[in-house]
């Protein structure tokens, strides 16, 4: 029982961060059809930043305000420097844009902060909390919690204010948008400048269990695609469930089958539900016009 | 057409020309072993001109194939004694048989669907060259033995120059004669519009699974090349990120193009042999290198120069 907690609370906390990367994707995706691989690098950032700044003595706080700063700059640069330009090129040449976008910053990450791990404390506590006899790190709790505000934040930008609802009319129809007066480029910059602080808090918020270096962003990236496929690409709620879902699948299977395959058996998850329900979980179904 | 078929030879004779010249020019084995990388890598993205240039199907699991190719090249002649020459062959059948298992499946899925499904198949694939070590010496590879022919042991550049040149010859004109016959109609039928290719009767499951069989078997037969002509393998050889660097070679050079593959083939092999001199900032230009071709040349380098030329002689 205390086994299966342990392994739970495991799931649950890299399930989030899997989940805050999904949502990321999600974000860019509905609004202009791109899948982001340099999604990954926003994690990598945030908690490099925040190593950086707190190693100049800076109080953890400001340090992630920064962090998560830097992050939108560099979102907000990616934009403009690198997928505006592409215009409308196809999806592939859009797809292999964003991947040299990730090797560039990942070279970048090594020049500035060397290919050694980098950590930072706990936020809070060292000691673990014991929940019927499984110990979970107090960062856990941090990185739920935050989560779940981060989303929160997310679902009230979407559905109560006046920018979400220029979002979300241009996921559903670019040129219907820009014909109502939406201006499609500042959609595009909130869209990538969203993303980027999302991937960034997961990265400060997970730093402290995980460490971070230079080329952590790789494997958040797919992760992450695979949680938004898994949910249904688009889908917000899909991306949390499919976050949560792929953490979950993943902490149970390193547990009780095999630590070396636990990345086999998300990918074996994510191909099973494609094959049952090719749009993802809770996609919606895609109607072709011919 | 007859005027296309002298078409197709002309550019495979142009190829082999070129092939030769280099085969003299080149001074020394450092870059005969670079040429033999680039024609090797070349084959590998061929696959993938008949699969996304042609078909218009996405893979982005690729080197998956390319590292069953390669294991086979080391571990059946060490485990089985087969003879190593022969091996590309019988990786070549393993590759293809997986890829027409899996592909049924897979190829129902369409877009970033598609790609995440690949992704996830050259991953599982990487996986298990990784970590089942008692077969495939784990992430440290393993050694591949040298063939022997008439008691002469294959180990020269020039020689493993020469073959997997004729190799690159040889797919090259078997992917340019595809373009006249049903099968190539159909598959670019299939990337014009699916639907469409399907009211004209066309078997699409069955097209799309023939083009990711047979960019499984180019990939795979590179993979025994690059092997053999290591004497070495490791499981990087299969990595999300070799994958993602077939895919850059075939969209850099232009996707439908045969010449395309070649030239993006030898841009990415190029580019970190000349890049080592800037040592750490290596990846970083890599990166930039990437970005600014694709926003510039969105379709490729062999389009773009196609376009120039018919600008200039007009």
Redesign the interface.
């Known amino acids: 029982m205390a086994e299966l907690l342990q392994y739970i609370a495991t799931g649950i906390t890299i399930g989030s961060v899997y989940a805050l990367v999904a949502l990321g994707f999600t974000l860019i995706y509905n609004c202009s059809g791109i ?1 982001n691989f340099a999604q990954g690098e926003f994690v990598m950032i945030g908690g490099m930043v925040t190593v950086a700044l707190t190693a100049y003595g800076l109080p953890l706080e400001a340090a992630a305000v920064g962090a998560v700063g830097v992050s939108i700059v560099v979102g907000i640069a990616i934009y403009i420097l ?1 997928v505006a ?3 409308r ?5 859009v ?3 964003t ?10 990450a ?2 500035l902060f060397g290919k050694q791990f980098h950590g930072v404390k706990p936020f809070l506590s060292e000691q673990p909390v014991m929940i019927l006899g499984a110990a979970v790190q107090s960062q856990a709790f941090l990185v739920i919690g935050g989560t779940a505000a981060a989303s929160l934040l997310f679902w009230i930008l979407l559905e109560r204010t006046l920018i979400g609802k220029a979002l979300m009319a241009t996921a559903a129809n670019r040129l219907a948008a820009q014909l109502v007066g939406i201006n499609l480029r500042r959609v595009m910059l909130i869209a990538f400048g969203g993303s980027a602080a999302i991937g960034a808090i997961a990265g400060i918020l997970v730093t402290p269990i995980t460490l971070t270096s230079y080329d952590v962003g ?1 494997m958040l990236a ?1 992760k992450g ?2 949680a938004a ?1 898994l949910g249904g ?1 688009g889908s917000p709620l899909g991306a949390m469930a499919g976050g949560l879902l792929l953490g979950l699948a993943e902490a149970l299977s390193a547990g009780y089958l095999s630590s ?2 636990k ?2 058996i998300a ?2 998850a ?2 099973a539900v ?2 049952l329900a ?3 979980l809770l996609g919606r179904r ?1 109607v ?1 016009r ?1 | 057409m007859p005027h296309r078929l002298s078409d197709r030879h002309l550019s495979v004779l142009a190829l082999a020309g070129v092939v030769i010249a280099l085969g003299w020019i080149l001074p020394n084995a450092y870059f005969l072993r670079i040429a033999t990388l680039v024609w090797i890598f070349a084959l590998a993205t061929l696959g993938l001109t008949v699969l ?1 240039g042609q078909a218009g199907q ?1 893979s982005l699991g690729q080197a998956g194939f390319l590292g069953v190719g390669a294991y086979a090249a080391a571990i059946l002649p060490t485990r089985y004694g087969l003879p190593p020459l022969a091996t590309p062959f019988v990786g070549a059948f393993v590759s293809g048989a997986l890829a027409f298992l899996v592909g049924r ?1 897979i190829l ?6 598609l ?3 690949t ?2 198949l050259g ?2 694939i990487s ?2 060259l990784t ?1 089942e070590v008692g077969w495939t010496g784990g992430p440290d590879g393993m050694q591949v033995p040298r063939p022997v022919v008439f008691g002469v042991s294959l180990s020269q550049p020039s020689t493993w120059y020469w073959i997997s040149a004729a190799s690159l010859l040889i797919g090259a004109w078997l992917v340019l004669n595809l373009d006249g016959t049903t099968t190539g109609r159909a598959f670019r039928a299939l990337r014009d ?1 699916e ?2 290719a399907s009211v004209m009767g066309i078997d699409v499951s069955r097209m799309k699974l023939r083009a990711f069989v047979l960019a499984a078997v180019y990939a795979s037969v590179a993979g025994s090349l690059l092997g053999l002509s290591n004497g070495f393998v490791t499981p990087d050889q299969s990595s ?2 070799q994958s ?1 660097e077939l ?2 070679m075939s ?2 050079g232009g ?1 439908h193009s045969v010449v395309g593959a070649i030239l993006g083939s030898a841009m990415l092999v190029l580019l970190p042999q000349v890049l080592t001199v800037m040592q ?12 600014v071709v ?2 510039f040349l ?2 490729g380098l062999v389009p773009a120069l196609v376009d120039l030329t018919k600008r200039l002689t007009r």
């Open positions: 899948v690198a330009p592409a215009g090129a196809s999806p592939v040449t797809i292999i844009i991947i040299g976008v990730s090797i560039f910053l990942r070279g970048a090594q020049v790789t797919l695609f695979a496929m690409m070396a395959y990345d086999a990918f074996l994510t191909f494609l094959l090719p749009n993802g895609s072709n011919v | 996304i996405v499946p129902r899925l369409k877009g970033h669907y790609a995440i499904a992704l996830g991953f599982l996986l298990v970590n519009s639907v469409g999300f990120l993602v895919v850059t969209v850099l996707a750490d900032y290596e990846t970083l230009v890599l990166g930039a290198i990437v970005v694709m926003i969105p379709s």
